[in-house]
């Protein structure tokens, strides 16, 4: 997964909050534009678009962008900054076998998941199916377990800037219904299912992740094409090849999907107007 970009109503607010908050840096600051990231790798890019408003209560788009730490001390790290200088975004945190997962929302309603996977080597799959599930976890005790005393110390100076990686792992988007999802995102796209919740919610993966993408119809049952609003923008897909990068164009226009090629990026969109970009990693 590349980065996701998210329309804004307040560029200075929503930069505050993935930088002092999420504990992102920036990495480049073009007028409307910022992008922020961690070790040079862009994960969220924030597009002040001040004309537009909130979209209606029920529509299609994000649902969350899924921030991925390579250590649970990282992770913990991040949770900790969150609890500190805005704990009334924090909406839970679960067990999901797989990873373990702390969720909050933005000041402008985008949903946003900051994980550690466990080992590979510990998921356990049934007829290619990944067992995942909704386990309590306690977000302060997983902050007394892995947090770091030096966080503790660093975090109250100014110069203080988190190093550790990260990466967007998944995006989990609202759908109007899962078969359409599941038709564009399986069938014409070309990711594998991974795991699906009746007609509730699919997981879909490359590679053999648990997911890097998933859709559900918790908010969103029955909505149509998206209207321009603030919230998603787009989402960025890193394929390793041109060939894959190939391959994929070659079946999005088999599946009478509508592609914009420049020659470094394919751009097209999905049944509810959520705005995808394929390009190589």
Same mark, same amino acid.
């Given at each position: 997964m590349g980065a996701v970009t998210l329309l804004v109503g307040d560029l200075d607010a929503m930069t505050r909050y993935y930088r002092d908050v999420v504990t992102l840096q920036v990495l480049a600051?073009? =007028?409307?534009?910022?992008?922020?990231?961690?070790?040079?790798?862009?994960? !969220?890019? #924030?597009r002040h678009e001040p004309s537009l408003r909130h979209a209606a @209560?029920?529509?299609a788009g994000l649902f969350h962008?899924?921030?991925?730490?390579?250590?649970?001390?990282?992770?913990?790290?991040?949770? %900790?900054?969150?609890?500190?200088?805005?704990? @009334?975004?924090?909406?839970?945190?679960?067990?999901? #076998?797989? @990873?373990?997962?702390f969720y909050f929302t933005d000041p402008e309603g985008n949903g946003i998941e900051l994980y550690w996977d466990r080992d590979r080597s510990t998921w356990s799959w049934t007829h290619g199916q990944v067992e995942m599930d909704t386990l309590f976890l306690d977000p302060n005790a997983f902050l007394r377990e892995h947090l770091d005393p030096?966080?503790?110390? =660093? &975090?109250? @100076?100014?110069?203080?800037?988190?190093?550790?990686?990260?990466?967007? =792992?998944?995006?989990?988007?609202?759908?109007?219904?899962v078969a359409t999802a599941r038709a564009f %995102? !399986?069938?014409?796209?070309?990711?594998?299912?991974?795991?699906?919740?009746?007609?509730? &919610?699919?997981?879909?993966?490359?590679?053999? %992740?648990?997911?890097?993408?998933?859709m559900n119809v918790w908010n969103s049952r029955g909505a149509g094409p998206r209207m321009p609003a603030l919230g998603l923008g787009r989402v960025d897909l890193a394929l390793p090849t041109s060939d894959d990068l190939g391959a994929l164009t070659?079946?999005?226009?088999?599946?009478?999907?509508a592609v914009r090629d420049d020659g470094r990026t394919v751009a097209f969109d999905d049944p509810w107007d959520n705005t995808l970009h394929a390009a190589l990693a």
């Open positions: 600051a073009e =007028g409307d534009t910022v992008t922020l990231g961690r070790s040079g790798r862009p994960i !969220v890019i #924030l @209560s029920g529509s962008t899924a921030i991925l730490f390579e250590t649970q001390a990282a992770l913990a790290a991040a949770l %900790y900054s969150v609890a500190r200088h805005a704990p @009334s975004t924090f909406s839970g945190s679960a067990d999901h #076998l797989v @990873s373990q997962a030096a966080t503790l110390d =660093g &975090a109250g @100076s100014a110069a203080f800037t988190p190093s550790d990686p990260a990466r967007v =792992g998944h995006v989990h988007l609202s759908v109007g219904d %995102y !399986v069938d014409a796209l070309g990711f594998d299912t991974t795991a699906a919740l009746g007609d509730q &919610a699919l997981f879909v993966s490359a590679g053999g %992740y648990h997911h890097h993408m998933a070659e079946r999005l226009r088999h599946h009478g999907v």
